[in-house]
């Protein structure tokens, strides 16, 4: 995919999946700001895409409020003229299951993860509206997004806002030609390592230099973060000029496109429904098949491949 003279901001850049993102468009020929809150982090990826024959600049501030959002799209504008690319990365996490979740733990993770999303998408679309040459908007979301995870109620949240967003700035956008998609990655990360059944497998997997077992790649769709990175880069490019409101999956040698949802069942009383009208219908009925919930737990072979 041919990015050059296109110019991006990668959010959260410093390291990781973010870092990955950064690292694929420049090397596609894109122009780069690398965003991070830590400041050397950030000038570090910077350096190293520098040092390749790329060109980024690294910008040092947390994702959350419009200062921020107004800043990363005026240094794109002042250091290389324009801005094409936003890429919504930026992230923490504050694990607690909810009787334990302090008003501060939601708050946090919603600021940076949903908030920041906002503000920076915000700022992204006015100045690609004021070009007049289209765009894209690129969102993190995750399987918490699309399922719920233990112990995830602010990042869960965070993450299907951002979904929903994604599909309402598509209808919003599509006449000044900027997309806006929502990707669902999987790659082996420091988040990732925090499960057990993953964690002695990506940890040998980086001791030895060894690739992740086939099973893991490609049943779980774990992989490394530059597993990942191609599907920004598509998003990205004129290639994906049709692409626009969807939420893509990807990680280890899984692609995948995730359902909207939509009514799964409907049923009719006429005059209405009572409460006991529902309950007498409800096995036989609308409920007869409940959907799941949750992230599904790794199924690990017995002969790991």
Known sequence: MELSGKVAVVTGAGRG???AYAEALAAAGAAVIVNDVDGNAAAAVADGIIAAGGRAVAVAAPVGSAE???RLVGTAVKEFGRLDVMVTNAGILRDRVLWKMSDEDFDAVIDVHLRGTFTCARAAAVRMREQGTGGRLILVSSPAGQRGNFGQTNYAAAKAGIVAMARTWAMELARANITVNAIVPVAATEMTKTIPVFAPIIEESERTG???????????GLGTVEDVAPL??????D?????????IGIGGDRLALWSHPSEKAVAFANGGWTAETIAGSWQTGVGA???TYGVPAPKVPDEKS
Do not use: C, F, I, K
């Open 210 to 220: 060894q690739p992740l077992p086939q099973w893991l790649r490609r049943d779980e």
């Open 68 to 70: 921020t959002a107004d």
């Open 17 to 19: 999946l973010g870092r």
């Open 232 to 237: 920004v880069v598509y998003l990205a490019s």
């Open 289 to 291: 098949e409940p959907e």
């Open 239 to 247: 290639a994906s000029a049709e692409v626009t409101g969807q939420a």
